[in-house]
Nanobody, 123 residues
């Protein structure tokens, strides 16, 4: 059974930091890319960052570049999203997802999804 389990969300003040984790199981981790997506109330889901488990290539949404860092621990089948200098507009439910092959921020291409973790940034 494929599982993606997010953790690490919470409430933080603007300028603070959080680290999200995505623990994957049930598929060959090295064959997949893992992406982080978010959805705020009343808005569409958007791609935040993604990483290829095979070669480590990464991509970021422009608005998080320089603030967020994605990394992968292939030994633990876990992907992290370090979020620094958080802003109120980063408030959303954050999801991790897995896609076979190359990393992409196109959510429609992803095969498996986690349940999400809430991130709330207060001003």
């Amino acid at each position: 059974e494929v599982q993606l389990v997010e953790s690490g969300g919470g409430l933080v003040q603007a300028g603070g930091s959080l680290r999200l984790s995505c623990a994957a199981s049930g598929f060959t981790f090295d064959d997949y890319a893992i992406g982080w997506f978010r959805q705020a109330p009343g808005k569409e889901r958007e791609g935040v960052s993604c990483i290829s488990s095979s070669d480590g290539s990464t991509y970021y949404k422009n608005s998080v570049k320089g603030r967020f860092t994605i990394s992968s621990d292939n030994a633990k089948n876990t992907v992290y999203l370090q979020m620094n200098s958080l802003k109120p507009e980063d408030t959303a439910v954050y999801y991790c997802a897995a896609v076979w092959g190359s990393a992409t921020l196109k959510s429609t291409l992803y095969d498996y999804w986690g349940q999400g973790t809430q991130v709330t940034v207060s001003s």
